[in-house]
C-alpha cells in the first residue's frame, strides 16, 4: 500500500528528549520502519522546524520524510500550532491530488484535523491515533493546561468522522466513548518496543562484542552509571532510574520526594536538555531545589538527554526502573525497561495499567503519592530474588506482546480493513 503518516510536530528523525519531542516520534518512527520493511511505501508528513531542511528525506530505514511549510521554519511549541495547521491541511489536499496515498495515518489531533480536511473531497480513509486526549490534559492540569481551547471538540468531531480510531490502551478507549466515540470505531493496538536494541544484559563472561560496546559506551558517555554485568563497589548504593522528559506531569519530583524515605539508593534521571545545558533548563533547577530540601541532593544524579542507542546501557545499569507520571496515554519506558528485564515500579494510569502487571512483572502505585511509592520502592530494593523474577518475567511480556513486528501486523489489519470498507462504498454508489 501507498501509506501516509501524519505527524505534525513530532518528526520521527527528530532527537528525543525535549520537551515535545517523545513517545510520539518513537512510535511514528518505528511504525514506519517496520511497514517500510515490509514492502508498503511510507511517506511521513511533519511540519518543516527548521530552514535548512530538505523538502524530503529518506530515512535510513526506507520510508520517506516529508517536511511540510506550515508556519515559521522554526521550533514552535506543539500548542501553538493550530494556526498553522490550515496551510498544513491545504500542502496536503495539493500533495493528495496528485499522488493519493492509500490509506492515511493521523498521530496527534492537529495531525487528525489536517488529514481529515485534505482527505475530504478524495475519498481516502483516514485511521486516526490520538496519543494523548485533551480531556484528560484538562482534567489533570486544570487553568495550566495550554492546549488551543477547541481542542476537546475537535477530539470529539474526530471520533465521529475519522473512518477508524488507534487506541495505545484500554484506558483510553474509555475516555473516547465518554466524549461520544461511537461503538465498535476503535481497536487498541499498543506502542511496541525496539527488541534487538532493548534486551536484557547477557550473564558476565558471555557479552558479545556488541554488548561491550554499548556498556562501555555508556558507561564513558555517563560516568554516574555502572557497567552492565559488572560488579559494583563494597557498600555502593542500590540505583532508581526515572527516563523521560522533564515536564512536571512526568511525576519526577514525586520520585526525589520519595527517595527521602528510600535510604541506602540513589536516583538517575536521564532525559532533558543535552548535559552541558543542563544548568539553563528551568525544570532541572526546580527538580535540583526539590531534592536540596528533601535532604537528598547528593543522592539525585541528572544524566540530561541520553542517545536512544546508549539507553540499554544505563537500563542495565540500574536496580528497578521508576515511572510514575500523573497521567499517561501509554508510556515507551516501561515497555523499555521490561525488554532489558528491569523490574518495573509505575503508577496506575494510563497504558502502565496494560504494560504493568503488578506481582509480575513489577508493581503499581497511586500517582501523586510519595509516601506509598517509597514503601513500595523500600520493600523491592530489600528483595534482589524478586526483583529478578521481576525482570525475567517483564522481558518475556514484552518479548511476546510488544514487538514491532506484532503492533504493524495489527497496524496492518485496520488498514486493510478500512480501505476494503471504503472502496465497497464507492462500488456502491
Known amino acids: 500500500m501507498r501509506i501516509a503518516l501524519v505527524s505534525e510536530h513530532a518528526n520521527p528523525l527528530a532527537a528525543v528528549g525535549g520537551v515535545d519531542a517523545g513517545g510520539q516520534n518513537i512510535h511514528v518512527a518505528a511504525l514506519a520502519a517496520e511497514l517500510s520493511r515490509l514492502g508498503h511505501a511510507v511517506t511521513v508528513y511533519t511540519r518543516r522546524d527548521a530552514p535548512n531542511s530538505p523538502d524530503q528525506v529518506t530515512a535510513p530505514d526506507g520510508y520517506v520524510v516529508e517536511h511540510v511549510p506550515a508556519g515559521p521554519p522554526t521550533e514552535v511549541p506543539k500548542d501553538e500550532l493550530l494556526p498553522h495547521m490550515l496551510a498544513f491541511s491545504g500542502y496536503l489536499a495539493d500533495r493528495w491530488s496528485r499522488e493519493p496515498p492509500d490509506v492515511v495515518h493521523a498521530h496527534f489531533w492537529m ?107 555508556g558507561a564513558q558517555s555517563y560516568p554516574t552509571i555502572f557497567t552492565a554485568g559488572q560488579p559494583r563497589p563494597n557498600g555502593t548504593p542500590r540505583q532508581l532510574l526515572v527516563v523521560g522528559r522533564l515536564v512536571e506531569r512526568k511525576g519526577v519530583a514525586d520520585v526525589v520526594h520519595a527517595l527521602a524515605e528510600v535510604p541506602d539508593a540513589e536516583l538517575l534521571i536521564a532525559g532533558g536538555p543535552a548535559p552541558d545545558a543542563l544548568d539553563l533548563d528551568p525544570e532541572v533547577t526546580r527538580l535540583r531545589a526539590v531534592a536540596d530540601h528533601a535532604g537528598v541532593g547528593e543522592r539525585v544524579h541528572l544524566l540530561g538527554r541520553v542517545e536512544h542507542a546508549d539507553m540499554p546501557a544505563v537500563f542495565h545499569s540500574c536496580d528497578v526502573v521508576v515511572a510514575v507520571p500523573w497521567y499517561e496515554p501509554f508510556g515507551i519506558v516501561p515497555l523499555e525497561a521490561m525488554a532489558c528485564a528491569r523490574p518495573i515500579v509505575g503508577s496506575a494510569v494510563g497504558g502502565l495499567l496494560d504494560t504493568v502487571v503488578p506481582g509480575v512483572t513489577g508493581e503499581v502505585v497511586p500517582p501523586r503519592r510519595p509516601d506509598v511509592l517509597a514503601d513500595v520502592l523500600r520493600g523491592l530494593l530489600a528483595d534482589p530474588d524478586r526483583c529478578a523474577r521481576y525482570g525475567a518475567a517483564g522481558s518475556a511480556r514484552a518479548r511476546r506482546l510488544y514487538s514491532w513486528q506484532r503492533v504493524t501486523a495489527k497496524t496492518e489489519q485496520v488498514y486493510a480493513q478500512v480501505t476494503a470498507h471504503v472502496g465497497a462504498g464507492m462500488e456502491a454508489r
Open 111 to 217: 495531525s487528525g484535523l489536517a488529514s481529515l480536511r485534505a482527505a475530504a473531497r478524495t475519498g481516502i480513509p483516514v485511521v486516526q491515533t490520538f496519543h494523548a486526549l485533551g480531556v484528560v490534559k484538562r482534567r489533570h492540569q486544570g487553568p495550566r493546561d495550554t492546549s488551543p481551547r477547541s481542542r476537546i471538540a475537535v477530539e470529539e468531531m474526530l471520533c465521529r468522522k475519522v473512518d477508524h480510531v488507534i487506541a495505545t490502551c484500554d484506558e483510553e478507549v474509555g475516555e473516547l466513548r465518554a466524549i461520544g466515540m461511537p461503538p465498535g470505531r476503535a481497536s487498541v493496538i499498543p506502542c511496541g518496543v525496539d527488541l534487538s536494541l532493548f534486551r536484557p544484559a547477557p550473564p558476565r563472561g558471555r557479552e558479545d562484542r556488541r554488548d561491550e560496546a554499548d556498556a562501555r559506551r
